[in-house]
């Protein structure tokens, strides 16, 4: 009863918070406004807003030095987070049945293996460095650690049930993945999307000054 | 000055626009900012960290833009804001930020931090949390119509000393000119060779130039400060000036933040385009050197380095000039480590050197500097904006360093191609 429950209504109520919740945050950025820039540009705002969109994902040589924890950390959390999200075997599947209708090709087991300890590393390495740190332990709210709690439980329970063959632990991990998905237009990992946002207002600015950021 | 909370926190709430709600919604506390200022970097104390100097208007953001905001907000569960927390704060806006707009290069979700303390000085300044020494130079920036108290008067006496040793003549309101020229008090009463470099380049290069009596300052204290009424009203002289004059450019002067305003907020203070164009004395430089009619001759060989000015450079895209410029007249030009748009800030623009209460840490935090010298060997630093200059000059001298700081222009005028030496 639980697990039909979990499967069917909890998921499609999951999905749809996390739908309207982010598509709401967007649109409530956007609605804020913006007054138009009446300085004569030296460059293009919007080749400006493009480059810095792509260009932040290489560090600076600076913060490639002094914070290499947190930049390899987050590196490592993302890259690994993002193979496991979106090419995880039961993951592919699942998007096939529940979501897009079609499949695509997925990491073999061993990939799936290292994908998971990148991630693990990284995550851990970014919360150890949260709660250690002066300057992230100053900064974090309760928000910072609910949501990698979350993460980390989603993943771990993904790991343990990955075998597929003890049907709780399945039940459980597409639960916490559910409560995820309601949490995260509430929180800081709306990051997701809105670094796009942030990523091309910055560069935008940046491109009509002729800077290249 | 009155302290006015709740004005301060309507103006507050009013600075935030998409740009800042994005930002905040993008913020995952990773604290690589402070990594990036030399604030944090030169005390390590986390509340220097630049996203914190933020929080006032974060929860502020929070409480009115957020869903878990307004509903705590209902439920009488959020924390807001107080009077103590604009006191609590005040030195972490002004004291510890010069605005310069390094942490915003290195956040990896692209927030601009600098921007956002820009917007959050306007709420503390509607409040009447703001240094004694900011207010005063703003005050004397709307009176007197110089934050250093420099009249009309006291220009045209430094005016006379740069014709007398010219022999040059220096034109004033000259209807239909080319450039009108701006200067910052700082290079009236400090470094008045800026003047008579430009006066010396301007004839040998034959450029058809004015100062106006209404309007030669350019030190914008408004944006200083964060009021955009002082800040408008003061770019709004200038434009004025300048449109009644008829020129077809205004010079932006060798400083950092009086560039910003006029070149980036000023239209938009005001609320619409100029009717001239805004050009910075060093673009104004290259430009005439490249198109041949500011010629130059020799070269020192003297080991220098070039201080970028944050407004000039990493804000204001002045990035190539200078450097173009220095290559014609310095063999000996060595670029620091993190030199361009990634350079460290000097520690004293923003306001920071106008207020006296923030001077032990602007000193302290002078180490970043004084590390990059170190490291280069080099005994002349070459900058382009007179803010810089002081401030670096008074951290050479607190440092007891052999390190001597010129302009840029007056070293382009020191090797000028007088028009009777040259060939064309």
């Known amino acids: 009863m639980i697990g039909a429950f979990i499967d069917g209504p909890f998921w499609y109520f999951s999905l749809g918070v996390f739908c309207i919740g982010v598509l709401f945050r967007l649109f409530s950025i956007l609605r804020v406004g913006l007054k138009p820039d009446l300085a004569l540009p030296r460059g293009s705002g919007s080749s400006g807003a493009l480059r810095n969109l792509f260009s932040l994902f290489l560090p600076r040589r600076d913060v490639a030095t002094r914070g290499r924890l947190t930049l390899v950390a987050g590196y490592l959390f993302h890259l690994g987070l993002f193979a496991l999200l979106f090419f995880a075997r039961p993951h592919v599947d699942f998007y096939a049945e529940r979501i897009t209708g079609f499949g695509w090709p997925a990491l073999p087991y061993w990939g799936f293996i290292i994908s998971a300890e990148i991630a693990f590393i990284g995550l851990l390495l970014l919360w150890l460095h949260r709660l250690l740190h002066p300057v992230t332990r100053l900064l974090s709210t309760a928000d910072d650690h609910i949501a990698t709690g979350l993460v980390f439980l989603v993943m771990l329970t993904g790991c343990l049930a990955l075998a597929q063959s003890f049907e709780p632990l399945r039940l459980l991990h597409l639960f916490l993945a559910e409560l995820l998905l309601i949490y995260f237009p509430f929180s800081s990992l709306m990051h997701t999307f809105t670094f796009a946002f942030s990523r091309s207002y910055s560069g935008a600015v940046m491109g009509r000054k002729g800077v290249n950021a | ?332 030009f060595v670029e620091m480590a993190d030199h361009g748009t990634m350079n460290w800030c000097c520690g004293g623009g923003g306001g920071v050197s106008a207020n006296e209460r923030a001077e032990e840490l602007r000193l302290k935090v002078f180490d970043r500097k004084r590390k990059q010298l170190d490291e280069l060997g080099v005994t002349t630093m070459v900058t382009a904006c007179a803010n810089c200059r002081i401030v670096l000059e008074e951290g050479i001298e607190d440092r007891e360093m052999n390190v001597e700081v010129i302009g840029l222009t007056e070293l382009l005028a020191e090797h000028l191609l007088l028009p009777e030496k040259r060939t064309d």
Not at chain 2, 44 to 64: F, N, S, V
Not at chain 2, 81 to 110: I, K, N
């Open chain 2, 1 to 332: 000055m009155e302290h006015d909370f709740a004005k301060g926190v309507e103006e507050l709430g009013l600075q935030i626009d998409s740009r800042i709600a994005a930002y905040f919604s993008s913020c995952i506390h990773c604290g690589l900012c402070a990594e990036a200022c030399l604030f944090y970097t030169e005390t390590d104390d986390p509340r220097y960290t630049p996203i914190y100097k933020l929080e006032p208007m974060r929860r502020l953001w929070k409480a009115q833009h957020t869903f878990w905001g307004k509903f705590a907000v209902k439920l009488g569960l959020s924390k807001p804001l107080t009077e103590q927390d604009f006191a609590d704060w005040e030195e972490l806006v002004y004291d510890s930020c010069t605005m310069c707009g390094r942490c915003s290069m290195v956040c990896p979700v692209g927030n601009d931090i600098a921007y956002m303390i820009r917007k959050e000085r306007e709420g503390f300044s509607s409040a009447g949390y703001s240094p004694v020494g900011m207010q005063e130079a703003t005050h004397r920036a709307l009176t007197i119509g110089s934050p250093m108290g420099v009249t009309l008067k006291t220009l045209r006496a430094a005016l006379a000393h740069v014709e007398k040793d010219t022999g040059l003549n220096i034109p004033m309101d000259q209807q239909g000119a080319d450039y009108m020229t701006l200067f910052s008090s700082m290079e009236i009463v400090n470094f008045p060779e800026y003047i008579e470099s430009l006066a010396r380049i301007f004839a040998a290069a034959g450029v058809s130039w004015t100062i106006s009596s209404e309007a030669f300052e350019a030190t914008n204290s408004g944006i200083q400060i964060g009021s955009h009424q002082a800040a408008a009203e003061l770019v709004g002289r200038v434009v004025n000036a300048a449109e009644s004059l008829g020129v077809k450019y205004v010079i932006s002067p060798e400083c950092g933040h009086a560039y910003s305003a006029i070149r980036w907020e000023g239209p938009n203070l005001i609320g619409r385009p100029y009717r001239f164009q805004v050009i910075h004395i060093l673009e104004l430089l290259d430009e005439l050197q490249k198109s041949g009619r500011l010629q130059l001759s020799g070269h020192t060989d003297t080991p220098l380095t070039f201080h970028d000015p944050c407004q000039i450079v990493r804000r204001g895209g002045v990035v190539e000039s200078p450097r173009d410029l220095l290559g014609k007249v310095a063999s000996g």
